[in-house]
């Protein structure tokens, strides 16, 4: 994840190597309907998607603790269901859309981010699946048989 989560934060906050010519992302998103907060973000140096990202590997980093069993099931296993039913139809979306032309900024994005971005989300998605599966499992009485 951190060559995607690196390279849209340099972007963010107004990098411009890997971009065409005069590309602007906040533009982007305000002309392809995106809601103002996302381009608020965007003109802020935030990436939308990077903070999506972080979010969920730190409900990785929680779901994979020892310690985790201490936090109420449902503050756990409902963010991490919610995530992989998110992020993994989004990665797929992503690579489905650069397969098809892109929509909007993604058909002006270089090849290498678009794949790290379908790994990002999909395995991202899928792991938190699994983890939350396991998770509950673990919380099984009858101890997952």
Same mark, same amino acid.
């Given at each position: 994840?951190?060559?995607?989560?690196?390279?849209?934060?340099?972007?963010?906050?107004?990098?411009?190597?890997?971009?065409?010519?005069?590309?602007?992302?906040?533009?982007?998103?305000?002309?392809?309907?995106?809601?103002?907060?996302?381009?608020?973000?965007?003109?802020?140096?935030?990436?939308?998607?990077?903070?999506?990202?972080?979010?969920?590997?730190?409900?990785?980093?929680?779901?994979?603790?020892?310690?985790?069993?201490?936090?109420?099931?449902?503050?756990?296993?409902?963010?991490?269901?919610? $995530? &992989?039913?998110?992020?993994?139809?989004?990665? @797929?979306?992503?690579? =489905?859309? *650069? !397969? /098809?032309? $892109? &929509?909007?900024?993604?058909?002006?994005?270089? @090849?290498?981010?678009? =794949?790290? *971005? !379908? /790994?990002?989300?999909?395995?991202?998605?899928?792991?938190?699946?699994?983890?939350?599966?396991?998770?509950?499992?673990?919380?099984?009485?009858?101890?997952?048989?």
């Amino acid at each position: 994840m951190l060559p995607y989560i690196s390279i849209k934060t340099y972007w963010a906050l107004g990098g411009r190597a890997g971009l065409p010519s005069g590309f602007d992302m906040a533009h982007e998103f305000e002309k392809n309907g995106a809601p103002a907060l996302v381009v608020w973000l965007e003109r802020h140096g935030i990436d939308f998607t990077v903070v999506l990202a972080l979010a969920g590997v730190g409900l990785l980093a929680i779901l994979s603790s020892p310690r985790s069993a201490r936090i109420p099931r449902l503050l756990v296993l409902m963010p991490a269901w919610m $995530g &992989a039913l998110f992020f993994v139809p989004y990665g @797929v979306l992503t690579a =489905v859309l *650069a !397969v /098809l032309g $892109g &929509a909007g900024a993604r058909g002006q994005l270089t @090849v290498w981010l678009t =794949v790290a *971005a !379908v /790994l990002t989300f999909c395995g991202l998605g899928t792991c938190l699946g699994i983890c939350a599966a396991l998770r509950l499992r673990d919380l099984d009485p009858q101890g997952g048989s």
